[in-house]
């Protein structure tokens, strides 16, 4: 129970954080022509790729004592973020961040120029027809990505298991808790844990492709 | 029957003949074996030069778990001498199970010097994270829980542990600085890229149960003849050196100590 309720709390965390931090990326890469465009998007992709125990080994020496990121949290009398919840939130932030911007990216650019063009003759300033306009008509887009980037944090396992240490209530969350009662043979535990994350992804996934059709139509 | 056929028949008989002089065996082994099965396997290597060994590095349990269900290892070296038992009655060996070493628990640390330590010194607030290896699975975890047991730390450390999935992951949590120390395997400490730094303190083995490590010849290798040379290898004067070069204490010598 712990497991799934840290693995909870970890997974709407960060779909948080990513709808702030990802929202303003995925509005960028939508409207730009700039030649950034190109990179930044393959740059957000790459968590796609990359197999978690690439970004997991990366993110452990960055944050480690001696990396950059671990120096200055250091500096900032945080401390290190290894082994703790926030340095899986930060971890999993980046894990997920394709997860969010891109489905976010694909309901601005549907939105095309022209409900923006109309709200600028109305004298709507940018940031106005941003909230007025084109977040309740990107809203079908911020909630797939939502549901996309919150059960993909769940999924998490490689990462996890590489800067998390395995701590009970802290960093041991559903996944890494199923490998451990694998790893002890315990496979009653195994299998009820393992139950109940698959019925979730079933349900996530159900709901999802309800929504879509519907949320076609609305466009 | 035509030259060129005949020909043709004997490179045919000689391309399928080749392979099979050639022998392979794959190796599971218990990841506190890394540094020494590496330097065993490469002196194999020379003498038998035509033939191929891999070696697999991981948890003793999960390798018990997999070869139950039909993992193409052919020799299992297990850092827990229960783990081939339990295969061995369940009719997965071809082979009697065989002890080969006992392990050691050491302290180690890449940022301070740990052979100025001993188990007390965890007690210290400043030491905010201590890595082990997962006791719930792995025989070097369970040792290490045991040793801080035996010296009534465990309370005062528990809540600073983190657990590695192995006894090589938790030494790497140690290596990258994220842990400032850790109860690793000796054979690991005493690696040349881990040995240069901080050095290690060894913990009186009278703090926990022996850890008792064996290996047998998986049922699937019966009639493999080179799992059967690597076996006999095994006991080879130059192999058991190897093992007590990294620190390992073997059978037959460990009750002189």
Redesign the interface.
Known sequence: MQAIWLTVRLAGIVTLILLVVGTPIAWGLARTRAWWKVPVGAVVALPLVLPPSVLGFYL??A????GPVGRLTEALGV??L??TFWGLVIASVFYSLPFMVQPLQTAFESIGERPLEVAATLRASPVDAFFTVAVPLALPGFITASILTFAHTVGEFGVV?M?G???PGVTRVASVQI??H????DYLQAHKLSLVMLLFSFIVLLALYWWRPAARRVG | MAPVARMLLAAFCLALAAPAAAEKITIAAASDLKFAMDEIVADFRKANRADTVEVIYG?S??F??QIQQGAPYDLYFSADIGYPRELATGGFAASEVKRYAFGRIVLWSA?MDASKMTLASLADPKI??I?IA?P??APYGKRAQEALRASGLWDKVEPR?????SISHAAQ?VQ????QVGIIALSLALNAGLAGKGGYWLIPDKLHEPLEQGYIITKRAAANPLAKKFDAYMGSAQTRATMVKYGFELPGEAARR
């Open positions: 452990l020496l944050m480690g004592p001696q401390g290190a290894p082994f298991l800067i240490g395995n701590v490998y451990d694998v790893e002890a043979l | 948890s349990g999960k018990h778990t940022t905010t994270r890595a997962n719930r699975h542990l983190v657990y590695g999935e949590f990258t600085g994220a842990a």
